[in-house]
């Protein structure tokens, strides 16, 4: 069974930063796309990052430029660096990642339980 679990959320200034980390664990026999989605109170879940198994990545707009994805398949981990963070990037952040845990086994989407991130004005 495949589980992916977020940390490093918290409270933060508006201005600082924040590395969010997501593992891994189970039987994972190949990672694909991995992504970070976030969910702010009274709105719906939106992309934040997604990075592809070659290491193409796209950003939403609300967040190019201050964001950084990366993952470490190896390691089994994905990761969102947030620098200049805004009160607006107050979310549960929610790591995502389509991943097939056996040869004969079709790809599956797995979703962590999320971590929250305040970012205070």
């Known amino acids: 069974q495949v589980q992916l679990v977020e940390s490093g959320g918290g409270l933060v200034q508006a201005g600082g930063s924040l590395r969010l980390a997501c593992a891994a664990s189970?039987?994972?026999?190949?990672?694909?796309?991995m992504a970070w989605y976030r969910q702010a109170p009274g709105k719906q879940r939106e992309l934040v990052a997604t990075?592809?198994?070659?290491?193409?990545?796209n950003y939403a707009d609300a967040v190019k430029g201050r964001f950084t994805i990366s993952r470490d398949s190896a390691k089994k981990m994905v990761y969102l660096q947030m620098n200049s963070l805004k009160p607006e990037d107050t979310a549960v952040y929610y790591c995502?990642?389509?991943?097939?845990?056996?040869?004969?086994?079709?790809?599956?989407?797995?979703w962590g339980k999320g971590t929250l991130v305040t970012v205070s004005s």
């Open positions: 990075i592809t198994s070659g290491d193409s990545i």
């Open positions: 995502n990642a389509d991943i097939k845990p056996a040869p004969t086994i079709r790809d599956m989407q797995y």
């Open positions: 189970g039987t994972i026999f190949r990672f694909n796309t």
